[in-house]
Each structure stands twice: as structure tokens, then as C-alpha cells.
């Protein structure tokens, strides 16, 4: 039934080995074309990639040749994921929307776009409409969706229960951030080992914006109405290998009793698509530990297989309304397989059909 | 002039082993004497230690018989440093204080005392005078000072600036906190390697209120008017050697015409101390950096000889007003030499005699 | 059919919960009992136990009730893993096996005693007949079999094809061994952060002997006759968590014709047991790489769910004849995972009884 | 008398750093001239270069110019450091070696060179009459030392009073080499965090050639006669920021009577330029631990300014004669220091002249 042929954009790259890695034993979806820059072209997939992910690269995927990120030589797959640059990504998913290739992109250089559905399936699924508003060809046959950035993902799945029982005033945060999140080679390990670096180029105006995006109401005329409430993210990147933690502080529009119906608001959520049979929906999508110590991304950021957001610290603070942490694998739900949940429910609501 | 001859109480630990290294080197004092447990007394200190600094063990000081922490021991001494840890201070120091033995103490046991100064030489010199209400000897020949948390030194050190011109209405942060804060072993290399901790046992509550003591006034009754402001902390630990970051939010009093304005604040600071010409006390006491990847702490902790607080990355708040990153290592400002500074102090200050 | 219940003795140490996670999805055994020591019993196995698993605490484990290391109190179980520690292994192991409950260790106690079989499935199976010469009982119904040191396991496994085929006059090594190889809390963060340690206390001593007993060949007396060359073993600790990386340089006995039929012999090694079906046997017991950069203890240790020894940089040496780097999981391969694998090669010769 | 104009060359790499801070305290060379790459040319230093050292840039050195690295803009200096990269060394070198600007240079490229002395000044500083065989300038005003790679002086050093005294048939290591000897960015922090490399580029070719012309003979033609024996070498990288760790196995040419002999070898052993009171030298160049965990990066590397060459657990050893570990500083002793040495060295006998 919902067996699709997929291409991969920038399959080379970190996020493209991670969409190899979880592509492989999808059950829905099955890797036709990898794609990537010039210089790896014309080359078997194993010649062009330097392979980081920590299991081996499958044979049959090895052998594929590598191909320009050309609409032309995607032509057999139903759809492409997109692991690209956001130097390259602009052009590329455009000429492959306009080829009536849809997109499931990783890349933030659509997110904001006011057509484009900025993604997580149990958050805002009914943004998919969006699609519908895009006009990349007549028939609607080539569209973009893309992921959040790595770092909103679990600040708004962490924030979601909370927004809806209790409304946002203002939140605060500051990121510790693993070396993943740069891409490879990414960060210098001079740079980091042993240390940390209070800043991340480019991280924090995301942050500031995309979840205001997230949490935003589809309106009647088929567009986003933002959210409102201010965001300050400092971002820092620490020497941890995979899993972003979050330490967030926020002021609440309306005040619980106490702390425990917070707690309650958290644990009692419910996964609007719980009830869909994704393939990568986690069985638990957010988990709030009681232990102090916990989340910590050694232990947690791989729970569900990476697609589990974890909380932990809830508590009053002293100022503002409450305090916690939260964590999300940032390849994983974070990036890969955010956008592969994302393409599971573009299938089941019926905007992707194999060919 | 200035010679004294000094003990040092927990020798054997890591901030014990912090004194010995500075004090080897210091103009004034002279270590006589090494304090430790049952366990270590009666061995030479080359025998009782696991020396974990990166320089060696001075050999002279490696042959110094060690002692148990009894003011018998410790007569020929003008006063301790106490690196003890707080299972055993309160008494400890106590004995020595009643004995006619100043203690300058890194512990916690003394430090929210009404009668013990919470110290920074450049943030509240005056509350030494708070020495005079103490009783633990009818000649006041015996007292204690105490200096603040590895963290609410950097922290209370960038504040004081803005505190002062601005007011200080609310204080959010997160500290990035290095294993050496938990002493040796402390943190087991299971738990940090290549992972965050987001919590720290006992961190947070002297984070809410040692600062507010620091920053507070000392009134005609001799005792301390606390700073009012909410401080709310979340305490992390990170696979860092050396040296607590912190990321900082804060709301003003008073609000300035711009961000420069608070840049002026801190750039134009003055020391109170900087004219007393303390051997310990940095050429910069704060150093404000405009390179938004700085400070880190393998680059800048140890500036100064580890004394500088460094800041970085200082702008306007979406929520609050302002927000920062500090920095200092916490071993040597926020610890060991922070007390060695506090007693230079109160050399100049009259209240250390030799003998 | 092969449906055991089994008990873990030392169940809250970091082999014992490696052994806790490899059992819970085990096909043939079922925990029953776990067993620490004095200060953990009467306490549910969550109370007792700091998990440092990076999966969760299967909630059914989590609710058993932890016991004394007392054989009464394991009545019920077919034989017992041990994880003990050295220092208490010696008599409770024997009370097990005086009391007729077959014990499969992780502990070094035994491992030389000439009626223990030291075995690794794939190189000495047939040592399981020592069994018969042990005296713990009457019937011979409880025995102990060990399973080799971290290192000399990838070690002799490494060895093994090149020692079948050509001989070994000598070998030389340096290990590089993960702090998870020091249990836990282990290895200080202090200590490792950025730094080598150049000496692991106890660890030469093993490499230098359990090989020679591996590839013994078991006589008429039903004893072992060692293997017999010198090794030489300098062990080093590295900030790695998982994943022992040994650089060995050995001299043959006999001269392959070129590095080619060295690397033949490697590739064409059939372990004895691949026909079995034990299920914690890896589909490839030897991976030999031609990538120099290959073996890392991030990328390869976990292959083959932690089964596989990985081998890579087999070349002619300069001094002596060949060199070549091996890298196992010390805590699966190395520790857990070859003692079940041991159980299970034990299951299917008869030696462990269902009840 | 001994000030001298100095130039540095390849300023803005890793090691051009460390040759900017250790000359800015240097009693004899001042930095007149820094030269990089065309990219940096024209800016000032601090423009140009991405500051990795712990302490501060110099205030005076920042505002330098960068030139490119053509002799005609290094007129006024009396000679240069090279930290080029081996890629653009070769022309470079050359070119100011024939405008008449001696070169003591840390690139590889003319290392083997018949005419050019490989040295560390302790080892074999007879080398230095090498130069006058050198044919850059008619007038021998240009030419070029090298230091060796940062493997080879401390397996060199170490070697030295083991090979005068006893003679050495064979040598085998296994080196543990820190990021910073790959430069800067160098090593990726996703390779190396928590991992190990099994291999470095380049590396074991180096270690092969190396020492034996170090500890070659000069002969009355004034070339070298190597030393005669084989090293076997695999160079591994782990994740240390300083601090190259060897761990060495050897067989010696004649028996010492017992292990105490190598070591009063090693402990009597004196070095040829003690006397010649050297900025840069050591006070104690070679340092025997008789702790078994000692020498460790972190806590050894940086004694004596990073000069002094640490060894450890020397030990009979089961395979050849003796076992024992070496460290120094890879970037100090085995590279930038190492050169400055070599500076200075060549100034006392008469080849560096002050115009």
C-alpha cells in the first residue's frame, strides 16, 4: 500500500547519512536516489561519503550511484527528502517543486515562507493545509514542507501542553548544544573539547521565531496567525556528541494552582496523530522524568529511537512562572526523522501518492 | 612587613591543593602547616595526596608532616585557610576561631552567618567590619570570613556593576559548571563524558541568596541590608575542566537610554580595591568582550592568573532587559584564590597580625 | 524448549545492569532474582540501582525486590550470571556452586583455576569440558565457567586466526581501554577529562596471562596445556565510554608469504560455533577493515549489538612481523555479552538444565 | 647583545600562534614581521587570525601587519620561524633561505635533507655543522634548520641515554597524539569526542625516519651516518587538547644488569648544552616518575614551559628488553618551542647575527 520511492538531497552530509541510516529500514519508503554536490557526483555513494554514523553503511545502499541534485535525474522517485545546505537549498527544492517533485526538506530556507508548512506532526498537523496555498506548479504536484530548526523542535513540543492549558507570556532559555547540530566536519575540536562556546551563528533568531510559527493558528484565508509572545535564546554548543538540553524558564498567561497541574497538563497531553500508526511517532512522545539528574542527552536522547522528547525540573521559579529542562536527539527528531514523520503524515493525509 | 605564616585546613583535597599551589608563590605568606583527616595526619603530604594540579608538588611542601584539623597543631600559624569540606567545617572552624585562629574559609557552613562576612574584596570590602561582632574570642583575636559559591562569584562580579548604575529588579540564569567545582573524585567520568548534567545537588539555594547578601549594605547596627531581587538558577553540569559559565537574564531598575549606556556601566567600573596593590587581585577585575564567541572557558578562565571574571555577548532582551554570558574559574577566583584575596584584604585592612 | 530462569548476582553495578539490559530481551533466559549486596537488599531493584543504561529500566525489572547474594534466596533460578566485584566474588560464587547452582562469571576470581573453563565461544569451546574435573558438588550439578578479562577477549580473538595458521612467537601491545571498563562510579572525571592515564592497576598482568590459557589445548588429564609466548601488555586509559582499542605488533612462527595470506587467514576464520544458533552469537564474529582510519570505539563497537570484534591497519611491521589494531565492547563483548553468549554455548552442550 | 628582529612565518596557523606567544616574553627575539597567506595579507594580525591560545593576544602584536610571505617584506629582520604548511613550505623556505634570511623552520619538508640539521639542541646539536654545507647563498648568509615532528623529539629524547648507553636494535610505539598536532581546525570534533583514531596521515613515516638521523653521527664529509635500527610505529589520535603520549617498547643492543641501570642511565644522562644558559631550555629536560600513573597529558605537559620531556612505568618487559612511556608538549617541545630552542642554540654558536 504505502510503498514510496524517495530521493535524498545532500545525502552526503550529516543530516543526509542520518536520512540514509532511518530510510533503510523504513517500512514505507525506500531509498531510489541519493543526491549531493558536484564533487561527489558520478561516484558510488560509498567512494563519496565519509561515513560517521556509528552503524555500518548498508551494502545496497553503498553501491547507489550519487547523482546531481537535478529534478531531471530524480524522475522514478515519488518525493525527495532534503539534507541540503541552506547555501544550495533555495534553488534546488524550488527547481525540484517546480518539477512537481514534493520536498520534505530539513533545510531552513523555507521555513518562514508564509506557504510553506514549518512541521511536527504532534503539534501543528493541520499546517499541512498550507500546502494548498503553494504555487510551485498548477497542479499542485510539487510542494515544500520543512522541519523546525533543531533546537525549536523540543522547545515547542516542550512548550505545546503548556501553551494550550495555560497560555505564554514570555519565555527565556539558554541551549546547551552537541556538536552534531554543526554538521561534519562542523565544529573544530580544538574548539570544543573540554569546553564551551557561548554562541552559535546564526541559531538564535531561529529560536526566536519558529516556534511563534509552530503554536500559530491557521487562519481562514489559509495563513498562519503567529503566536505572540517574546522569546530570548542564548545558545551555546558543549561537548556532547548528539542531544540538544534546553533550560527554559517561562511566565504563564493564566496561573495553575500549583505545580503538580502543570506536571498533570504535561503528562495528560495527548498526540493529535497518536491514533495514525506513523511508522517513527514515537510511543511516548513527551516524557517527564521526577529524577533531578534527568534528562541528560547520554542517557536519553536516544529513548523511542531519538524520537522522544524528555523534560525534566519542572519546578516553580522565582522569577517568571516555571522552570525546566527538556531534550530531543537534534539529528533524530531534531532533524532526519522530523522530516520523516513529517512525509508518514503527508501520506496518510493523502498529499503524497506513489506512483 | 607583610610575612605571615599560614596553615591550610583540607590540604589534602582539590581546593585544598588549590591553596598549596598559590600559596607556594605568594610575596606574603608562607605555608607552616597542612590539615587533614584522620586518615592523611601523621603522613607526609606527598604520601596523604593525590596531587591533581598541573604543575608538581613543590618538595618542600611534599615533606610537610600532616596534621589533624586541632588548633593545638596549628599554634605557630597567624591564621588558616579552610578548604574543608562542609561535613566537617562547622566545627572545625569553629575550634580554630575559638581558639584565637582566624579562618578564611571556602566552605558554606558560615557563609548566610549574620556575623561572617560573604567576601569579594571588590564587590563588599566594607562587610569585614561585620568581624566585630563576632564572639568567638572575648579578644576578637578569632574569627572567620568566609568567600561565596564557585558560581555566585562570577555571578554577583557582573552583576555589581549594573546593580549599581541600574538597580536590579529580576535575575534568571543557567550555569554551564565545571567537574572541578565537585572536587576530587567528585563527578564520575560515566556520567559527564561526551553529557550534561541539568542538575547540581545544593547549587541552586545558594545561587538565590548568597548574592543578595554580597550586594547588600551594611547598616549602623552592623549588620547586612540583603539586596531584593528574585534570582532563579538552573545549575548544569558540563564535561569543562575548569571554569563556570553563566548565562544570565536580567531585568533592570532603571532602564538605560541603550546598550552602550550598560557597556559604559561595566567597562568604567572601578574596583574599590585596585589602589591597595593586593598581590592576588587582577590588573582587570572585568573584562567585557565584543567577539560574540567569547568568553570561553579553555581560553579565558586562567586570565589573570584565573582571577578575571571575563564577560561576553552583553544586549538587549527580548524578555527582561538584558542578557549576558560571564565567566571565571571557579577553583581559583571562585574558590581558592578568591580566599587567598580576602585575606590579602584583611591584611591591608588591619585585621591579620604576624607574630 | 531452552526457557531458563536465571538470577544476576551484583545486579546494580555497571556489568550487572549490562546484564539486566541484554537479558531482558533474551529469547532463552528470564530474570528472576538479582542479587547486591547488603546495603541494596530489601530495597526494589529501582531504589537500589543508579542506572547508567542509555536505554530505560525495563519497568518490570525496576519492581523486583533485590536480594542478599545468598543461594538460598535463588532457589528458584536454573544458574546465576555473576557481575560481583573481585573482592567478594571468590566466596559467593562458591556458595553457588557448593549449593548446585551453576554460576557463569564476569569476575577474575576463578579464571585461572585449572578446573575452570576461561571461554570465549568462538576460540575455546571444547574448554567447557573442565567442567567435569570441578568438585563444588557431588553430581556436579554447580560449577563456575569465567569469561576473560576486557581486553585479553578482543585480544585472543584477534590472535586467534593468525596463532591457528602461522603461530606466535611473541606479542607486544598497548591497549586503549574506555572508562566504562572501571565500573562505576569508576574512573574520576578529574582524572580523564582531556588526559590519558598511563596505567590501569591489575589490568597488564591478565594480558599478560588469560591469552596463553585461551588458546591452550585441553589434554588427556582433561587440564590445559598453555599456549606459550611472552606477551607484553602496557594498558592506558582514554576518554572514551565504550570500546577497548588495542595496537598490537606480533611475531609469527612461521612466515606467510606476504601480508595478503595474513589477512586470507583473518577473512576465512569460521568460528566453531556458527552452525549453533545461539542467539547473542554476531552474524560476523571477526570484521577485518581495509579503511585505515577503522576501527573507532564510537563507530564500530556497538556492531553487531556489541558482538563483533573489529580489527583494521593489518600490516607487515618493521620490528617483528605483522601489526594491526582490534577493538571490541568491553562491557558486551568483553564482560555481559560474552558471559550470556558462554550461557547460551553451555545450553545447547547440556551443561545448564531447565528445571 | 642577543636582541634579534625576528619574522614569523605561516603567523596565523596553529603553531604561528604558539611561536606569536612564546616569542612575546622572549629575553633575546623580537617580532618585527608576521607573514601568512595571501587571504590574510593586509590585515592586521588580529584581523587575519582566529586566536586559539589561552592567554590573551598581545595588545602590540594584534596591530601588526600581516605581509605575505615574500622576503622582500622581510627585510629588516635578522631571521624567520616557519610554521608553514608542508604544502607552500617548500617554495617559501627556499626563497628566503636564497634572500639570504636564515629559516628554523617546524615544517617537514626539508627535514631529511642531507644539508639541513634536523635537531633538538639536547640530542644532537653537532648537527648545526650541517649548515655549512648548505648552498642557498653563496656567502652561507641564508639557510634553513628544521625541528623534528612532534612524535619524534620525545620518542627521540627518551631515547637518547638508552641508545649512548646500551645501543637499541629495534624500537616499537604506539603513539597517543593530542588534536592540536593536526592544526587548526584540524580534527573534527565529531571524529574525535569520546573516540579514538587508529590512524594519522603521514605520521608513521615520519617516526620511522626520523630519530635515526637524530641520533645519526656527523662524519668528517660532513653529512650524517644514520643510526641503524627499526621503528615500528602506529600512531593513534585521542581526545587530548596537549601533549603527545608514547608508549614504547625497545631492545637494546647490550644487557643492562637490572632495570635500576637503565634507570640511572636515564637520571645521569647530562645535556650538551646545560651550560649554555639557553631561555628556552629546560631546567630539567628529561623527567623520570617512578608513579605508575605518571606521566599524564594534562597534569605534565606543560612543565617547565612545556619543555620538559616526561617518561614513566620504565619496566623489564617480556618482549624485547624495556617498556616505559614518554611525553612532551606537542606544540611547545614538539613544535614552536622546539624551534625556538633551536634559535637559540644557534645564536650561542655563532650562526645568527644581530644586524
Not at 523542535?153 to 552537541?178: C, H, R, W
Not at 561534519?184 to 510559527?213: A, Q, R, T, W
Not at 540538544?244 to 502543570?262: F, G, Y
Amino acid at each position: 500500500m504505502n510503498q514510496f520511492n524517495v530521493g535524498i538531497l545532500g545525502a552526503t552530509g550529516a543530516v543526509g547519512q542520518k536520512f540514509v541510516r532511518l530510510l533503510k529500514e523504513h517500512p514505507w519508503f525506500t531509498i531510489r536516489k541519493l543526491g549531493a554536490s558536484e564533487r561527489s557526483a558520478d561516484q558510488k555513494y560509498w567512494e563519496a561519503v565519509n561515513w560517521i554514523e556509528d552503524v555500518p553503511l548498508p551494502q545496497d545502499i553503498a553501491d547507489i550511484d550519487v547523482n546531481r541534485c537535478e529534478p531531471d535525474a530524480f524522475e522514478e522517485v515519488d518525493f525527495v527528502f532534503s539534507g541540503l545546505d541552506s547555501s544550495v537549498a533555495s534553488e534546488i527544492e524550488q527547481n525540484f517543486a517546480q518539477s512537481g517533485i514534493p520536498v520534505i526538506s530539513n533545510a531552513k530556507n523555507y521555513r518562514m515562507d508564509d506557504t510553506v508548512p514549518l512541521l511536527i506532526p504532534e503539534i501543528n498537523p493541520d499546517h499541512i493545509n498550507l500546502i494548498r496555498s503553494q504555487t510551485f506548479t498548477e497542479d499542485h504536484s510539487g510542494w515544500i514542507v520543512t522541519n523546525p530548526n533543531c533546537v525549536c523542535i523540543p522547545l515547542t513540543m516542550a512548550l505545546k501542553p503548556v501553551y494550550d492549558q495555560f497560555g505564554l507570556e514570555a519565555v527565556n532559555l539558554t541551549s546547551l548544544q552537541a556538536v552534531s547540530g554543526a554538521g561534519y566536519p562542523g565544529v573544530s575540536s580544538m574548539d570544543i573539547l573540554g569546553n564551551v562556546i557561548p554562541f552559535i551563528n546564526g541559531e538564535e533568531g531561529k529560536i526566536h521565531l519558529e516556534p511563534l510559527k509552530l503554536l500559530g493558528k491557521i487562519n481562514e484565508a489559509n495563513s498562519i496567525d503567529y503566536a505572540k509572545f517574546p522569546i530570548q535564546a542564548t545558545a551555546t554548543r558543549v561537548p556532547t556528541i548528539n542531544g540538544h538540553l534546553l533550560s527554559i524558564t517561562a511566565k504563564l498567561s493564566d496561573m495553575p494552582s500549583d505545580i503538580q497541574e502543570v506536571k498533570q497538563a504535561i503528562r495528560n497531553w495527548q498526540s493529535p496523530i497518536a491514533e495514525l500508526g506513523l511508522p517513527t511517532a514515537p510511543a511516548n512522545p513527551i516524557k517527564l522524568f521526577e529524577n533531578d539528574y534527568y534528562p541528560q542527552p547520554r542517557l536519553h536522547a536516544t529513548t523511542d529511537n531519538g524520537m522522544q522528547l524528555s523534560m525534566g525540573r519542572l519546578r516553580n521559579s522565582r522569577v517568571f512562572d516555571i522552570s525546566f529542562v527538556a531534550l530531543a536527539h537534534n539529528t533524530i527528531r531534531g532533524a532526519a526523522g522530523g522530516a520523516v514523520l513529517n512525509a508518514e503524515l503527508l501520506v496518510k493525509k493523502g498529499y503524497l501518492n506513489n506512483t
